[in-house]
C-alpha cells in the first residue's frame, strides 16, 4: 500500500483528530510534485507501524480553514498528532527512514516503543 | 498480471510489441543481440517497446548492462532500490519484475517487503549500501534536498565517488524504465514467473 486514504470533509478531519494515538496529516496540493513523492513513504511508515501510526493526506486547497489553523505554508507538510494533538510538524521530501526517526523521536510511548519501528 | 495501479488487464499496450519472429532490420539486430546475452526468447516488454528506436534500445540496454555488471555495489542493492522505487512509482510491472530479481539476488521475502517499505535496515546491506540507499530515495524524492551533510555521512560510511554515481544511476535507470512501461502501458513478460501481489508468493525467474 502506497497511497494515503484522503480526509475529504470536515467531518473526516475532525473524526481523524478525535481519534486517540499517533496520527501523520499529510498536507498537500495536487500540483506539488515532491508531495506525490513524499506520500508512499508516509504509506509505509503507516502500514509498517503495524497499526501503531495511523496516516491521511489532506488538500490544502479544499481546506483552506485547517490550512489557515495549522499555518500551513508550504507543501508537503507532514502534521503529527498525539491524541488530537499537534506534537511536530515538517516541510518538505522525507525519506522513510527519517520519517521513522522524527514519529520515534516525537512520540516515545508505550504502543510506539512496541511497534517493531521503534529503532530511532 | 493484475495490481494495485495496473490498468485493466484487457487494455493492451499503447505500442506494438513487436514479436521476436516479426522483426526485422535495426529491431532484428537488436533482438539477436538480446537473446545472445539473455537467452533465446528473452527480449523484456520493455525492450520491445524501447526497439520502436532501436538506437535507444541499444543505447539503453548497454547502460543498464554497465551498470549491473561494472558496478561496484551488489546487485541486491541496486535491485532493493529498483524495487522501492518501482513501488513509488506506481509501476506494478516493474515492483514485480524488481522483486523477482531481488528474490533471485539472494534476498528473503522479509527482505522483499523492507524495499517495498523503503527500510534498507531490514534488507540485509551493508552500512555503506544502507545510507546510499537512503540517499537513493531522497534525491529521487526532492535533488535539491541533499545538503552536503548527507554527502559527509556518506563519506563517513565509506562511499566513493564512483558509488554516488552509480546510486543515481540506478535511480535514474529504474525511473526511466518505470516511466516507459507506465506511459506505454506496457506488461509482464511471459518467460518470467514474477509474484503475485505484495509477497504472498514468489516465484524463482532467470
Redesign the interface.
Known sequence: MATLSELTSAERVDAALAAPGLLVLDVYVQSCIICRRIEPMVAAVAVASGGAVRAHKLDAERHAEFAAKYDIRGVPTLLLFRDGRLISRRSGFSTATALRGWIGANARDEAWGRSDYART | MTG?WSRDASTPPFIDLVPIEQATGARKEFYDEMERLRGSGRVSNLFKAYAAFPALAKANFQRLMVLLNQGTLSVKFKEALMTALA??N?CDYCVSFHATALRNAGASDEEVVAA??????RIGLSGKEKALF?YA??A???PH?IVAADIEELRRKGASDWDLIETLETVNTGNSFNLINGALNVGPDDFLNYMKG?GELWKKSA
Do not use: V, W, Y
Open positions: 494495485q513501488e513509488a506506481k517495498l517499505e523503503f527500510d534498507p535496515d537512503n530515495l531522497k529521487n524524492g526532492d534536498s505484495r
